[in-house]
């Protein structure tokens, strides 16, 4: 009774409290007594970077597909090394993403697209913004397939106007307008340049109907990625992730969207059934992944481009099935490292 008796005055205490802070914070005069407190944090938070390091870096800026509503970006992979830093593809949200996480965006120094549908360039032109702000010295050169002059010439000329507000607002020194232009560069499969320690190889994807579709591969000083944009599993794919310590997948749950298919069609949602059986068959399935894994020699999988979205803890478990203890699902915000001169991959969500 006692106990009971105590329990009741904490939580009225607590709520006292609560109601007293918060009609505080409603005063002009303790809002400016902690605008001070709330400014330093904002400016230490800017001034923060990222550690430095030798490795082979990848950072996850966006790991969803646009089906489900996970709250996480869609696709984009960044690939950093310490002269390096390269995203592929430039999701919805995955901007925000690289900012949270600390990237060093005016050494941004490309994007490589994998395709032209949206959820890989809806944020093409946030991301070229981000770096130009942020002091890039050069302009933000777009890779990818034929089409890439399309998209890029497309996202100058719609942003021509704001780039003009930008630069006329805080003037030619801070925001050069030659550095706010992107500029279209057509590359085919094959080696597309080596820069320093650096190769990255440009690859042909399977995504029908859409064409073209491709995948990188990322190699430095021994280590390796492989990222895929939205692909099935075809020979190019076991080619090219022979021998990878990582491979970045799209990823599909066929029991999950075969299910939605059909209840969506069961509820009289026709259009949405109609779209979800289409997408079976142009993103490669978890467990064709799985049997990759076993016919070549790959360090680590993650999923990403995750088909639907990871938004709760049944579509998690029914993605792991049968997942090897080298596999796993990406999610936004997740750095794997690789050291030069070792067999390892340190995975960390900050
Ligand atoms: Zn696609
Ligand atoms: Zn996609």
Redesign the pocket.
């Known amino acids: 009774m006692q106990v009971k008796k105590w329990l009741i005055i904490l939580a009225v205490s607590a709520a006292v409290l609560a109601g007293v802070a918060f009609l505080a914070l409603k005063s002009q005069g303790i809002q400016t007594l902690l605008l001070d407190r709330v400014s330093d944090v904002f400016v230490n938070r800017g001034a923060r970077t990222l550690p430095a390091s030798d490795s082979l870096r990848v950072f996850v800026c966006g790991s969803a ?2 089906m489900g509503n996970s709250g996480q970006a869609q ?1 984009c992979i960044a690939v950093l090394t310490p002269d390096h830093f390269y995203i592929v593809d430039s999701g919805a949200g995955s901007t925000a993403n690289l900012q949270s996480g600390l990237l060093p965006l005016n050494r941004l120094q490309g994007i490589f697209l994998t395709h032209f ?1 949206s ?2 360039i809806a944020e093409i032109y946030e991301v070229n913004l981000g770096s130009w702000v942020n002091g890039r010295p050069q302009p933000l050169t777009v890779y990818g397939p034929t089409g890439v002059e399309t998209v890029v010439a497309a996202v100058n000329d719609g942003y021509s106007l704001d780039r003009k507000y930008r630069t006329d607002h805080h003037g030619l020194a801070l925001l050069p307008p030659e550095m706010g232009v992107l500029s279209a560069k057509t590359v085919q499969p094959g080696i597309i340049f080596e820069s320093g320690d650096l190769k990255v190889t440009m690859y042909t994807g399977g995504h029908p109907p859409i064409e073209p579709a491709v995948g990188y591969r990322f190699d430095y000083r021994g280590r390796s990625v492989v990222v895929s944009g ?1 692909s099935l599993v075809t020979d190019e794919t076991r080619k090219i992730s022979d021998n990878t310590d990582l491979l970045l997948h ?1 990823a599909l749950s066929e029991p999950i969207v075969s299910t939605m298919s059909q209840a969506a069609g069961e509820a009289g949602r026709n259009r949405i059934s109609k779209i979800m059986s289409d997408v079976l068959d142009y993103h490669a399935s978890a467990t064709s992944l799985i049997e990759l894994g076993a016919r070549v020699d790959i360090g680590m999988v993650a999923f990403y ?1 995750l088909v639907p979205s990871v938004d709760n803890i049944v579509i998690k478990q029914i993605f792991e099935r049968d997942m090897p203890s080298n596999y796993l699902l990406a999610e936004d915000g997740m750095w794997f490292e690789l050291p030069i001169d070792s067999d390892e991959i340190r995975v960390s969500m900050p």
């Open positions: 597909s646009p696709a549908h959820d890989h939205d799209d481009h």
